[in-house]
């Protein structure tokens, strides 16, 4: 349950899909790196919030307590102080697990790839956050996916409007992960759950409301800045500071148009401690693809600059920024849209079909596709002594191969080749 097969179709969209995202990190500088599907099961219990009981954990096989991966940032951490590296730019792709409810119309799995970009190391403030939001801008532009809007927040800034609203700092994270259903749900819910399961004070959460239903730009941080309240928190007036400083960054990249600061941005895993941002696809208004209203967030990502310390036995600390695009959601998409089109997708690479239009031909064949496989020309051919031709253009139409290297009697003994363009009928003797 939760996991798939992908057929060549499939296989072939996921990796013309994969091949974008990663030609964009590579655009940026990104260096690969790999960690094993396995942590030992310490290394990743309580980085993440509520969400640790996805975490899928294994028996013990011989004095080691070991879990399945459940994202790419934790093992990235953990490689970092394993290796003492202080600064590095980095993408991962690979698959992670997570033992969630399954809701696999929306691309919801319990086993899916992950795509991340992080830049870890002590850089003046902003410009690499700046880099990873222009990242996201990029690569849902490159895959046209639709109308998009990249969400963006500080956690120093949510954790101060807790504080001025009365929240006990032991409740922060708690109320966080309620902050964060904002997307999903209207604001009563949100509200009852914090006064009902979290024990805030209705006051308290009123408090709150007034301020995490609010988006704009620059305007916005402007007149929070302006707050008498939360002018006077340390933490929030740092984190308005660097939004105002990120904002102007992100209006030199010109991408400002799909910015939103919102405060009810709080995504909720425990280790972010700076900017947060969440990519979503805004409503498709097509005929052909209703199905798409659910997909919501395709990206998101933010500043972890405690994570590596907590791996490090002598606590040193890396901060770290960093994107992860759901490779899946957007995967689920553009499967759809090709099912609509109708469009037919080539699942091999194949150049040239090597075929003889009579019998007793099979060493031509061999010898000419023998040639061309050493050439490095992606060729093949029929797997008969004896095919005929019309079964062999067809093999051509049926899979897309868009040429026909025909060697008959004549051909041999000429000492040329037919090549046939398949689509056309058009050919020369070579």
Request: net charge negative; glycine share 8%.
């Amino acid at each position: 349950q939760g996991t798939r097969d992908h057929p060549p179709a499939q296989a072939a969209l996921r990796e013309r899909l994969l091949g974008a995202v990663v030609s964009c990190f590579k655009r940026h500088g990104a260096a690969a790196i790999d960690t094993p599907v396995l942590e030992l099961r310490e290394t990743l219990m309580g980085k993440y919030g509520e969400d640790t009981k996805l975490i899928y954990e294994l028996q013990d096989q011989g004095g080691e307590l070991l879990a399945l991966r459940y994202d790419l940032t934790v093992p990235f951490a953990r490689y970092l102080a394993m290796n003492k590296v202080n600064s590095m730019k980095r993408y991962h792709v690979a698959k992670v697990y997570r033992r969630d409810n399954p809701a696999t119309t929306r691309g919801r799995y319990r086993e899916f790839y992950q795509c991340d970009f992080d830049i870890a190391g002590q850089f003046d403030p902003m410009i690499p956050d700046a880099e990873c939001l222009k990242i996201v801008h990029e690569i849902l532009s490159d895959l046209q996916l639709g109308d998009f809007v990249i969400k963006v927040n500080d956690r120093r800034i949510l954790n101060g409007v807790f504080a001025i609203c009365g929240v006990p700092e032991s409740k922060f994270i708690r109320v966080c992960s309620t902050v964060d259903k904002l997307d999903k749900v209207p604001w009563e819910e949100v509200r009852s759950e914090m006064v009902g399961e979290k024990g805030l004070s209705p006051e308290a959460a009123d408090r709150i409301g007034e301020y995490v239903q609010l988006h704009g730009g620059l305007d916005l941080i402007e007149r929070l800045l302006q707050d008498p309240k939360l002018s006077q928190n340390k933490l929030a007036k740092e984190g308005l500071g660097d939004m105002k400083l990120l904002f102007e960054y992100l209006t030199l990249f010109g991408i400002t148009g799909k910015i939103s600061f919102d405060l009810s941005l709080a995504r909720g895993l425990d280790y972010y401690t700076g900017v947060i941002f969440e990519a979503v696809l805004l409503q498709q208004e097509n005929e052909h693809v209703e199905e798409l209203v659910g997909v919501g967030s395709v990206a998101g990502g933010g500043r972890y600059d405690g994570l590596v310390g907590m791996f490090d036995p002598k606590g040193r600390k890396v901060p770290c920024v960093g994107v992860s695009i759901g490779i899946e959601r957007i995967f689920s998409i553009l499967e759809q849209r090709l099912e609509a089109s109708g469009e037919k997708l080539r699942t091999t690479e194949t150049q040239v079909l090597v075929a003889t239009p009579q019998k007793d031909l099979l060493a031509a064949r061999l010898k000419l596709i023998s040639e061309l496989w050493d050439a490095g020309i992606k060729a093949e051919m029929l797997y008969k002594k004896d095919p005929k031709l019309l079964k062999q253009l067809q093999y051509c139409e049926d899979t897309g191969i868009p040429l026909a290297a025909i060697v008959g009697e004549q051909e041999l003994a000429d000492g040329v080749v037919r090549l046939r363009e398949v689509s056309t009928r058009e050919e020369v003797r070579m």
